[in-house]
Nanobody, 121 residues
């Protein structure tokens, strides 16, 4: 399994921006996903990027969030713009060898430790 380390979380006001990073150990050709989990809620899919850089987003973040990857740095990013209070959650990156659109957390065997994002109104 690949080791993942997230960074870049923090606190912002509504309308602000944050960029999350996820550094992977070794060469990373996996499908990478970002998920989030708010207190008392299930972990939910946010965005996915495949090894060929095709992307897929949850409807709730489409047009506001952008996922990208730099394979030379083994790093995946999540640029979050126009943040809303309902985006407040712990954000996790995850990796899977499965291809296709994969939005179910259990299909990702590797996870980072998570990074907190707090958006105030």
């Amino acid at each position: 399994q690949v080791q993942l380390v997230e960074s870049g979380g923090g606190s912002v006001q509504a309308g602000g921006s944050l960029r999350l990073s996820c550094a992977a150990s070794g060469q990373n050709r996996y499908t990478m996903g970002w998920f989030r989990q708010a207190p008392g809620k299930d972990r939910e899919f946010v965005a996915q990027i495949r090894s060929g850089s095709s992307t897929y987003y949850a409807d709730s973040v489409k047009g506001r969030f952008t996922i990208s990857r730099d394979n030379a740095k083994n790093t995946v990013y999540l640029q979050m713009n126009s943040l809303k209070p309902e985006d407040t959650a712990v954000y996790y990156c995850a990796a899977t060898q499965f291809t296709g659109v994969i939005t179910i957390p259990s299909m990702y065997p590797s996870w980072g430790q998570g990074t907190q994002v707090t958006v105030s109104s």
